[in-house]
């Protein structure tokens, strides 16, 4: 199965960043997405730096992405 870009960002608009309201295509917290083949390259940038807040969001990105895409 090809992986589509458009697939992948609307995935990504059901997610949002721990403690911030907004999702996180929206929010400005996914800056560039790469696709090549079947993975799936993300740039994320957080407003909350601490280090669970990170790995929540991206075990929960990686979920959502491997049940939907």
Do not use: Y
């Not at 458009?6 to 929010?27: F, R, Y």
């Not at 957080?46 to 990105?61: D, F, G």
Request: no cysteine.
């Amino acid at each position: 199965m090809k992986i589509n870009k458009n697939d992948v960002v609307a995935v990504l608009k059901t997610i949002s960043a721990p403690g911030e309201g907004e999702n996180i295509i929206d929010s400005g917290a996914i800056t560039n997405i790469m696709i090549f083949g079947d993975q799936i390259d993300l740039d994320v940038t957080l407003a909350n730096p601490s280090l669970q807040a990170r790995k929540k969001l991206e075990v929960t990105i990686l979920e959502v992405l491997h049940q939907k895409v």
